[in-house]
C-alpha cells in the first residue's frame, strides 16, 4: 500500500496569513501514461464529509477559493491556504489514487492563532 | 448533479452483518466513467478505503486486505443503488461509513456519512 504521510500534524496561522500543508507519499503517484499526478486535497469540517479542494495535484475544484492552491509531482506535494479565513478551520487530508487501495494522510488540522 | 443517500442501521451486535446502502440520484450506477466506494472513517483508523465496484463491459469488485474476506459491495441496478454487507463485525469495525462516488481520480460525491456503532 502507499503511505501518505502528512506535516505538520496541526498548525496554528493568524487571520489574513499563509498556512502550508506537505504531503509525502512512500512512492510516486505520479502517472507517466497521462502525465498526471493522482493526488487530492480535501477539507473535512466536524459533522461533514471531507470536501475536494485539489485534484491531480493542482487543479482546483470547481467552486473552491483561489486561495486554495497545490503544488508538487511524484512524491512532495503541498497544499497552500494564503490569506487564511476563519471558515478554512478545519481537518486537511491528502489521498493518492495511483494504486488500489485508495490511501490517505492522518490530517493536518488548522486553528486560527 | 450526483446525490448519494446513505441508509443503515446505527447499532449492530457483534459477529452480525452490518448492511448499508447508497441511492444514487444524477448518475446511474452502471456508468462506465464512474467508480463507487466505501470509506469508513474512525479515530484510531483515521480515512480508510474499504473497496469499490465499477462496470466496464462487466462489473468489477476491489477490495481491501483488511477486509476482503468479510466484505461484499453489491451494485442493484434495478434500484440504482450499491451496497455494503461486512460479515462478522466486532467493535472494532464502529466507525463512520461513507459511500462515494470516484471521479478525476478523486472523491467530489459523498454520501452524508453514517455512524455504526458495535456493541451489545
Known amino acids: 500500500d502507499i503511505v501518505m504521510t502528512q506535516s505538520p500534524d496541526s498548525l496554528s496561522v493568524s487571520l489574513g496569513e499563509r498556512a502550508t500543508i506537505n504531503c509525502k507519499s512512500s512512492q510516486s503517484v505520479f502517472h507517466r501514461s497521462d502525465n498526471r499526478n493522482y493526488l487530492t486535497w480535501y477539507q473535512q469540517k466536524p459533522g461533514q464529509p471531507p470536501k475536494v479542494l485539489i485534484y491531480r495535484a493542482s487543479a482546483r475544484e470547481s467552486g473552491v477559493p483561489d486561495r486554495f492552491s497545490g503544488s508538487g509531482s511524484g512524491t512532495d506535494f503541498t497544499l497552500t491556504i494564503s490569506d487564511l479565513q476563519a471558515e478554512d478551520v478545519a481537518v486537511y487530508y491528502c489521498?493518492?489514487?495511483?494504486?488500489?487501495?485508495?490511501?490517505f494522510g492522518q490530517g493536518t488540522k488548522v486553528e486560527i492563532k | 448533479q450526483v446525490q448519494l443517500r446513505l441508509s443503515g442501521p446505527g447499532l449492530v451486535e457483534p459477529s452480525q452483518t452490518l448492511s448499508l446502502t447508497c441511492a444514487i440520484s444524477?448518475?446511474?450506477?452502471?456508468?462506465?466513467?464512474?467508480?463507487w466506494i466505501w470509506i469508513r472513517q474512525s479515530p484510531s483508523r483515521g480515512l480508510e478505503w474499504l473497496g469499490r465496484t465499477y462496470y466496464r463491459s462487466r462489473w468489477y469488485y476491489d477490495y481491501a486486505v483488511s477486509v476482503e474476506s468479510r466484505l461484499t459491495i453489491n451494485p442493484d441496478t434495478s434500484k440504482n443503488q450499491f451496497s455494503l454487507q461486512l460479515r462478522s463485525v466486532t467493535p472494532e469495525d464502529t466507525s463512520l461509513y461513507f459511500c462515494?462516488?470516484?471521479?478525476?481520480?478523486?472523491?467530489?460525491?459523498w454520501g452524508q456519512g453514517i455512524l455504526v456503532t458495535v456493541s451489545s
Open positions: 489521498q493518492q489514487y495511483y494504486h488500489v487501495p485508495l490511501t
Open positions: 462515494g462516488r470516484v471521479s478525476h481520480n478523486s472523491i467530489p460525491y
Open positions: 444524477g448518475d446511474s450506477v452502471s456508468s462506465d466513467s464512474a467508480a
